[in-house]
Structure formats: structure tokens, C-alpha cells
């Protein structure tokens, strides 16, 4: 399971980061608003954990422009601040829930579980094309190498995949993958593709998707 962790406070961040990872969690640690922006942008995660007060780009407004963007990915805000207007201003934006600091690791893992039961069903099977090998008990995709997926990415390479050669509506894609999600999109779809082009190249596999924003997907080689 993979988690974007945005907190500015080294130490805490460390701290979290380790107990993720501890837990089996794959982890990437932002400083900042802008570079959580831009890990959100080019990696699928299955849960975003984001502080408020954060340099560059503050929580709220990280949220507002992820949410924008169609990421529907489950979010827990962090923050020091435990007035109700921040609250309210976090589950306004977009945010799944809320921690307030100081908070117990376990309370935070277990949040963080809970967020994750949201994300998907998925099984351990395991789906061959060409040289591609996707794993379903640990979600990895396989070829050259081998990299870790989100729930969702794991969910739409599985469509691809056990539908090679055919066209996959994006329609079609909403409705298996995000069982029609308020707010999944043509966007979604689309951002999602380009994380998996991104992990084929990472793979060094020469298997391709196919198709355009709004259109029809196909995985070929």
C-alpha cells in the first residue's frame, strides 16, 4: 500500500514515516506543499496524509488543487489547530478525515487502515501479458523490473490487462474501477493512464496503452 506523507516537521515526519514503513507501508515523504503537489501529480497512492500549515502550499489549498484535479484519492488532514472552522474547512475541501495534533501513532495507523478499506477489493490473483506480471498479493507489476501500484492503479491494470487488445471505454473504466465514485471523471481515468505509462516505462516493458483523453484504452504490444 503506498502513502503520500506532507508534514514539515522533520522529526514527525520521520517518525511517521519510519511506523509506516514498519507497518509495510510504501511511503513518500513531502516537505512542502508544492512537493507533495508534485508527488500527488506523478504517483497513485491509496491514502494522503497532508498537515494544514505547511510552507509553499498550505494543506487546504494542496487539497483544493488535488481535488481539482480529480484525485480522488482518500485524504487525512494533520494540524495543530483544533478549532471547528479549520475542521470544517478541511471536510469542505475534500478531506475524509481528520487528526488533530498531538495525536497516538496507533490512532493514526488505524485511521490510516481505515482509509485504506475505502480505496478497493482487490485479490491475489496474478495476471500475465507479453512480459508483463501482475501480482495481486502484493500489488506489483513486473517486467524488467518490478514496482509497486496503488489500489486503483492495480484495479485499472487489472481491467487493461484482462482485457488486452480490446478497447475499454473510459465510461467503462469509471464504472469498474471507481463503481462510478461522485466526482471520478474523464480526468481521473486519464490521470491514472499516465501514472501506468509511467510504470511500464519504470518496468522497461514495451507493452503500451492506447487511446486519448475522454476515449477508449487499449493495452498492446
Not at 24 to 33: C, F, L
Not at 133 to 154: A, M, W
Not at 189 to 218: C, D, H, M, Q
Amino acid at each position: 500500500m503506498k502513502v503520500l506523507l506532507a508534514e514539515d516537521t522533520r522529526d514527525l515526519n520521520r517518525a511517521v514515516s519510519v511506523l509506516l514503513t514498519r507497518e509495510g507501508y510504501e511511503v513518500d515523504s513531502a516537505y512542502d506543499g508544492i512537493e507533495a503537489y508534485d508527488f500527488a501529480l506523478k504517483n497513485g497512492y491509496d491514502v494522503i496524509v497532508l498537515d494544514i500549515m505547511m510552507p509553499g502550499m498550505d494543506g487546504i489549498s494542496l487539497l483544493k488543487e488535488l481535488r481539482n484535479k480529480k484525485i480522488m484519492t482518500p485524504v487525512m488532514m494533520l494540524t495543530a489547530k483544533a478549532d471547528v472552522d479549520d475542521r470544517v474547512a478541511g471536510l469542505d475541501a475534500g478531506a475524509d478525515d481528520y487528526l488533530p495534533k498531538p495525536f497516538a501513532m496507533k490512532e493514526l495507523l488505524a485511521r490510516v487502515r481505515a482509509l485504506i478499506r475505502r480505496g478497493g477489493d482487490y485479490t491475489s490473483d496474478v495476471i500475465k501479458f507479453a512480459d508483463l506480471t501482475l501480482n495481486g498479493s502484493d500489488l506489483t507489476l513486473s517486467s524488467g523490473n518490478t514496482v509497486r501500484l496503488s489500489i486503483k492503479e492495480y484495479e485499472l491494470m487489472r481491467e487493461l490487462m484482462a482485457n488486452a487488445g480490446a478497447s475499454l471505454t473510459t465510461e467503462s473504466l469509471i464504472e469498474r474501477v471507481w463503481k462510478n465514485e461522485e466526482g471520478a471523471g474523464e480526468d481521473t481515468v486519464w490521470l491514472y493512464i499516465a501514472y501506468l505509462k509511467n510504470k511500464l516505462r519504470a518496468v522497461a516493458s514495451p507493452v503500451a496503452i492506447l487511446g486519448e483523453k475522454g476515449g477508449s484504452f487499449t493495452l498492446y504490444t
